[in-house]
């Protein structure tokens, strides 16, 4: 068991390593191509993030949910923990509940606050996804994800701006968040004037199934345990979903934005390949080689991930002289100087990441283990 949950941290531990990269490339320059995210339709290898850390919550789910001694305790722990992740996920949009204008300190006021956000829809998916898998046979479990994906793209077609389905504007998602929420909760690329919010509440609805297939890919582990036969049926599932999401593309298009349903079955395919073969090296094959690395990521995820998201924007907040932040400053002095273009935006971005796995092996070392 202890082996399987350091697998787990492992795979988690990746994620919010990549995570870390993609959320924090350095300014001067456009950003390296291949830690940007599809413009709109397609997929990059950075697309791949955010749903593998849903699918790493649910896997997760199918060790914990024993521990549970009755409903109500169940009840209790899911609802208190989705609430103060999305209570966090919020708090952190806030941040730093000022902003200059002028040269001045001025409020942030909470009727422009953004309401939904990555940690909000990890808390929601997490939420729903543990209701179902509590109270749902697997079967019925792999049912309701069937009945989420289609019933998301029949919503879409039929909610849509005709001929605009797909489209920022003209998705029913967006025009559902705005119907709810209001435009000054949503956001606002740059500033800019157009309200869209690629972690809306209708996709929240399919991004529960990342959730549930990690469960299942958990539960089926536990239950077949660390052999070949269960890797190699991870990687055939993950083989065919992959398929299936290529061919399904074709109608309905993969996009990380709008969370489609083919990019659903795509990533949910591609993380049962990754767990697979982290599963055969890991767990059968004994190869250790860059495991402690990971997990000081794996063990503190949550913490780590909030440290990298307020301490850029703190490091955007310091002015090393008027008008010029700490962040712009060392890009453009040190990193541009010595990495000119998207390469250093790289390295800045993984230099940014090994500040925070610092952190994290210093709490490591000291076992300190921030929990929900």
């Known amino acids: ?8 941290d492992i795979f988690r531990g990746m994620t919010i390593c990549f995570m870390i990269i993609v959320n924090s490339p350095g300014s001067g320059a456009p950003q390296w191509a291949p830690l940007d995210h599809a413009a709109w339709f397609g997929f990059t290898p950075t697309d791949l993030v955010f749903p593998s850390f849903l699918f790493a919550v649910g896997n997760a789910l199918s060790f914990s949910k024993k521990k549970f001694e009755s409903d109500s305790s169940f009840l209790m722990k899911i609802f208190k923990r989705s609430a103060i992740i999305f209570l966090l996920g919020y708090l952190m949009y806030w941040f730093p509940f000022m902003h200059r204008d002028d040269g001045n300190w001025v409020f942030n006021e909470i009727s422009n606050t953004r309401i939904m956000g990555v940690l909000q829809r990890i808390a929601l998916c ?8 509590h109270y749902c046979s697997k079967k019925s479990a792999l049912i309701i994800s069937i009945a989420l994906l289609l019933g998301y793209w029949v919503f879409l077609l039929l909610f849509g701006e005709q001929g605009q389905e797909y489209t920022m504007l003209g998705n029913a998602g967006t025009r559902l968040d705005i119907f709810i929420l209001g435009d000054a909760h949503l956001y606002h690329d740059k500033g800019g004037p157009i309200a869209f919010d690629p972690e809306g509440l209708l996709s929240t609805l ?9 469960y299942l890919a958990g539960a089926y582990i536990q239950e077949k345990g660390r052999n070949y036969e269960s890797v190699a049926k991870l990687l055939l599932v993950g083989a065919l979903l992959i398929f299936l999401s290529l061919f399904w593309g074709q109608f309905f298009p993969i996009a990380k934005k709008l969370w489609t349903s083919s990019f659903v079955l795509l990533t949910v395919g591609l993380d049962l390949v990754i767990i697979g073969v982290l599963i055969y090296f890991i767990e059968i094959k004994k190869i250790n080689f860059g495991n402690n690395f990971f997990l000081v990521f794996g063990r503190n995820s949550l913490a780590i991930y909030l440290l990298s998201e307020l301490l850029l924007v703190v490091f955007q907040l310091i002015w090393v002289k008027p008008g010029l932040s700490f962040y712009n400053w060392i890009n453009n002095v040190f990193y541009q100087a010595l990495f000119p273009g998207a390469f250093g935006t790289l390295v800045f971005a993984l230099s940014f990441m090994m500040v925070c796995w610092l952190v994290g092996y210093i709490m490591d070392k000291k076992k300190i283990y921030v929990k929900i």
């Not at 068991?1 to 787990?8: G, I, K, P, V, Y």
């Not at 997490?126 to 898998?133: D, H, K, R």
């Not at 399919?206 to 990690?214: A, D, E, Q």
Request: charged share 10%; proline share 0%; hydrophobic share 55%.
């Open 1 to 8: 068991m202890q082996e399987r949950f350091a697998t787990l």
């Open 126 to 133: 997490y939420l729903f996804g543990a209701l179902i898998v």
């Open 206 to 214: 399919t991004g529960i199934v990342n959730v549930i297939g990690g």
